[in-house]
């Protein structure tokens, strides 16, 4: 059980998956939506800047071409009387000489592919970055021993990019964050009929067995509805049978044996008057009487326990109060009881009598005697002790004891047990959530150790004793 | 040496008992077993005949009535003895089922034991219900005392003639009833828990059933309260047990 606890808490409950979902499921489509978009943007954007950088330069080319064609003119100058958009640098490289409109940028800032002569006509062009700002170089041949370069500032460009980019990612963002609200909106939707439905199983859980879900009409949940509430009424049905067969067997054996208990009862108070042999024979049928009566109250407790059918409602519970008026009632010595410590427990008073008796009982018919009660608690557990004085419980049938019809072999025969009182005590602790188990005693003997978790913050209100009860308190206190 | 418990001390006669049963089996053992203890003990096979009988004979000490009958059941048995009687009336059922039991104690059953029983748990519970109220304090004088001062219609109890009277009327309550209402005026203002009423009322020790106070409380109120869904004069005290509060 332990081991599968990691696994569980690795993986994300129900809502955190429809969450996870889609956030993820709008990350991806937001993503590939603004990639897409912005590479579309750029390719666009700097096809649409390249060529109107080759236009720009052509005209201006075409400008130069024309002023230098003027004989006399001057190279510079000429560059100078070219009107380009703002930040172009124009360069001319004309018989080996190089011009240029900014007289800061040299030619070597001109990349080694457009200075090689082109081999096919039309203007070449290529990115390069001046002084850390991103351009384009154009370059346009003026015949044969000239060539114009006009370098077009792209920092616009890079800027609008750098926008969308932001304007994008930020998008994608928003998406993802809205998937993720939108998973919970709908993990929460899509969870309220299962939690409907979890309230409803822990009422039932709870005992009450008449609760159904109500009919969402919504035709998806339809079926789940449904079978839960079919599942619930064979549920009901079977338990409403148990109870009835319970029920049933309880009144056809009680009611002989009524009738016989109570006939005994006369015929052993009119003992004297009995023959010997007569006087014999009723102490028989008296004992056999009383095991057959024990065995059809532990089997009917039993079955009434694994049935989940009880007599009285748990409540708080002190063990100490409950060991001492055990002891009373089966006329045994309160001497045996030693409380170390009380312990509150929530409990069904009748059915712990019991199993305490049977304890009891037991130590006295196959233990050699009942030698002691302990009384003990610890953080959160309660643990009651009862020591034998008997040969003890062999390690191999120290869980076999607690199945029914397992009585000690040594004593068979002699004994009366009904072979089903640690059965019942078995069942009736585990009904309590606590644990019973045999031990070895220190010194010999056997050790019953149950143990009962506490009821949390519960106090007991104080019981107005009335005068004329005397209950005798533990020699301890 | 104590009398049987079939006797009345003071009066020393037999007390009579009226056992509705309908097992013959069951019903002959009992008879034998509770005139052994020195009862009385009158027969019915159902509960038409037990009302005939009550009818023709009057009103026995005692009943103990099998919830399981003929056509009319134990319940509605016990109902109708109710209306004109109050004296104890104890349950023997085959069934512990819960609902049985409180259905039982609401027809106005006073106390309940389950088969199969020893005859002397029967003649324990026998004893504890015919105790004469006030029986355990019978140093002190029994004084009437004043529940409800509504000067309309005050409410009177008292111990001395074992009546309670609301205005003119007198209060019909079973000897149960009574016994319960004068344990708690007893200690007007006092929480006593359903255990100690448990053992002054019925002697049932701890392992008794607390819901047989929690019914009779419920029953004495419809009797004694003006509002019986709002109580006023015997209050529970949540997780404590019921206090009697005197209406100035």
């Not at chain 1, 075409?62 to 360069?91: I, S």
């Not at chain 1, 039932?204 to 509805?225: E, F, K, P, S, Y």
């Not at chain 2, 096979?45 to 059941?73: H, W």
């Not at chain 2, 309260?225 to 004069?233: A, F, H, L, N, Q």
């Amino acid at each position: 059980m332990s081991s599968a606890d990691p696994a569980r808490r690795r993986r994300l409950g129900l809502r955190g998956r429809v969450i996870l979902t889609f956030a993820v499921g709008a990350a991806l489509v937001s993503l590939a939506l603004a990639v897409s978009v912005f590479t579309i943007s750029r390719g666009y954007l700097d096809a649409q800047r390249e060529r109107s950088a080759q236009r720009q330069a052509a005209a201006d080319a075409a400008f130069v071409r024309t002023r230098l064609a003027v004989p006399g003119a001057a190279p510079g100058d000429v560059l100078t009387a070219v009107d380009p958009p703002a930040n172009t640098v124009l360069l001319l490289h004309r018989h080996d000489q190089w011009y240029s409109s900014e007289p800061d940028i040299s030619p070597d800032v001109l990349p080694d592919p457009i200075l090689a002569p082109a081999d096919e006509p039309g203007p070449a062009i290529l990115p390069v970055t001046i002084r850390g700002e991103p351009f384009l170089a154009v370059a346009v041949p003026l015949g044969a021993d000239a060539t114009f370069y006009e370098l077009a500032p792209v920092q616009e460009l890079r800027s609008t990019l750098t926008v969308l980019r932001t304007v994008l990612a930020a998008s994608a963002l928003a998406a993802t964050l809205g998937g993720a609200a939108l998973g919970l909106w709908a993990g929460r939707r899509v969870l309220q009929p299962l939690h409907r439905l979890a309230g409803t199983a822990a009422h039932i859980a709870g005992g009450r067995l008449d609760t159904r879900l109500a009919d969402t009409g919504d035709r998806d949940l339809a079926t789940l509805v449904e079978s839960f509430n079919r599942m619930v009424d064979s549920l009901q049905q079977r338990i409403e049978r148990e109870r009835r067969l319970v029920g049933d067997v309880s009144h056809e054996l009680r009611t002989p044996l009524t009738t016989l208990v109570t006939s005994v009862g006369v015929m052993r108070r009119h003992r004297d008057d009995l023959p010997e042999r007569s006087r014999h024979a009723l102490d028989l049928v008296s004992t056999e009487l009383d095991h057959l009566h024990r065995l059809l109250e532990d089997l009917l407790a039993l079955a009434k326990t694994e049935a989940g059918l009880h007599q009285d409602q748990p409540e708080p519970l002190s063990l100490r109060d409950l060991l001492i008026h055990t002891l009373a009632d089966t006329a045994r010595s309160a001497d045996l009881l030693t409380v170390h410590t009380d312990g509150i427990v929530l409990g069904r008073k009748l059915a712990l009598e019991r199993t305490l008796i049977n304890l009891m009982d037991n130590a006295d018919r196959h233990g050699g005697g009942l030698t002691q009660i302990g009384l003990h608690r610890d953080a959160d557990h309660a643990a009651i002790v009862v020591d034998d004085n008997g040969p003890g419980v062999p390690a191999g049938d120290r869980t076999a004891i607690f199945q029914r019809f397992t009585t000690g072999q040594a004593t068979r025969g002699s004994s009366a047990g009904t072979g089903l009182g640690l059965a019942l005590v078995a069942e009736t602790i585990a009904a309590h959530h606590g644990q019973v188990r045999c031990a070895d005693r220190p010194g010999g003997g056997a050790r019953f150790i149950v143990r009962l978790p506490l009821a949390p913050g519960v106090t007991l209100p104080q019981t107005g004793r009335p005068p004329g009860l005397n209950i005798r308190e533990p020699t301890s206190s | 040496m104590q009398p049987p418990p079939g006797f009345d001390s003071m009066e020393r006669v037999a007390a009579k008992l009226l056992i509705v049963e309908d097992d013959d089996r069951v019903r002959t053992a009992l008879r034998l077993a509770l005139e052994d203890e020195g009862y009385d003990v009158g027969e019915a096979c159902d509960a038409e005949t037990a009302l005939a009988t009550l009818r023709r004979d009057g009103p026995p000490d005692v009943m103990v009535v099998d919830l399981m009958l003929g056509e009319m059941d134990g319940f509605s048995c016990i109902r109708q003895v109710r209306f004109d009687h109050d004296m104890p009336i104890i349950v023997v059922s085959a069934r512990d089922d819960t609902h049985d039991i409180v259905a039982a104690l609401e027809a106005g059953a006073d106390d309940y034991v389950t088969k199969p029983f020893e005859i002397k748990e029967i003649t324990a519970r026998l004893r504890a219900l015919r105790r004469r109220a006030g029986a355990a304090g019978a140093q002190e004088v029994p004084r009437d005392v004043l529940l409800d001062a509504d000067p309309r219609a005050p409410l009177v109890l008292s111990p001395a003639s074992g009546t309670v009277r609301r205005g003119e009327h007198d209060l019909h309550l079973t000897l149960t009833e009574f016994r319960l209402l004068c344990e708690l005026a007893g200690e007007p203002g006092r929480v006593l828990s359903r255990q100690a009423l448990l053992e002054r009322v019925w002697d049932r020790g701890f392992f008794g059933d607390e819901r047989i106070v929690d019914v009779h409380v419920r029953r004495l109120r419809t009797k004694i309260e003006k509002d019986p869904s709002d109580p006023r004069i015997v209050v529970t005290v949540r997780g404590l047990g019921y206090r009697l509060d005197v209406q100035r």
